[in-house]
């Protein structure tokens, strides 16, 4: 079955450590997206990509990056410099087609302890 | 970067009845979609409609349709017979070619179902 897929679901951090989250897809989707959740904030883009070996800052980049070496994977890392990591992260990707929506990973709850 | 709004951020409904959750963006651009996502408390995103500018005619899935006022730069959901089932949190979300295929969202709104 075609999807996108996240993991882990939950993910411990200890304060000054890197942690990076997996994000894969079999869809053929060009773009793929990061998205920071918080309550009350709706959805945050963190960082896009439309092409492999290519990608975009989104309006939270501080403290994430990312790589986009196949067309299938998107992993994001948060760094140590992310002064609060604790938030649920979406993954998702979609057709270069404005009309095609975004297709959504279940998620990871990151959690610095 | 556009803007989304969504201004309720709860809203509850008694079973069987209507609910209308309301969605407001700010854009100069002509051509776009407007996207409204479902996300349950398994929290995975789901569509549930999408409507194109250009169209007039108002979209319509099942229970759920639009209300699309373009000039107004207003696109409400309309959830008709409601059922326990439709309770989640209800992204609104914009997306257009002149902004590099990004998807804004808003903010997102709360809906409670009552039994």
């Known amino acids: 079955d075609g999807g996108i897929t996240q993991s882990p679901k939950y993910l411990f951090r200890k304060e000054g450590q890197n942690v990076t989250l997996s994000c894969e897809q079999n869809l053929n989707h060009d773009a793929m997206y990061w998205y920071r959740q918080d309550p009350g904030q709706g959805l945050r883009l963190i960082y896009y990509?439309?092409?492999?070996?290519?990608?975009q800052k989104g309006d939270i980049a501080e403290g994430y990056s990312v790589s986009r070496e196949k067309k299938e994977s998107f992993p994001l890392t948060v760094t140590s410099a992310q002064k609060n990591p604790t938030a649920f992260y979406l993954c998702?990707?979609?057709?270069?087609?404005?009309?095609?929506?975004?297709?959504f990973g279940q998620g990871t709850r990151l959690t610095v302890v | 970067a556009q803007t989304v709004t969504q201004s309720q951020p709860e809203m509850s409904v008694q079973e069987a009845e209507t609910v209308t959750l309301s969605c407001t963006y700010d854009t100069s651009e002509s051509d776009y979609y407007l996207f409204w996502y479902k996300q349950p408390p398994s929290r995975q995103m789901i569509l549930v409609i999408r409507?194109?500018?250009?169209?007039?005619q108002n979209a319509t899935e099942n229970r759920f349709s639009v209300n699309f006022q373009k000039a107004a730069k207003s696109f409400s959901l309309k959830i008709s017979d409601s059922q326990l089932g439709d309770a989640a949190m209800y992204f609104c979300a914009y997306r257009s070619a002149d902004t590099g295929n990004q998807f804004y969202f808003g903010t997102g709104t709360s809906l409670t179902v009552i039994p």
């Open positions: 409507q194109e500018a250009y169209k007039q």
């Open positions: 990509s439309q092409i492999v070996n290519d990608f």
């Open positions: 998702a990707s979609s057709g270069q087609g404005v009309w095609t929506e975004a297709f």
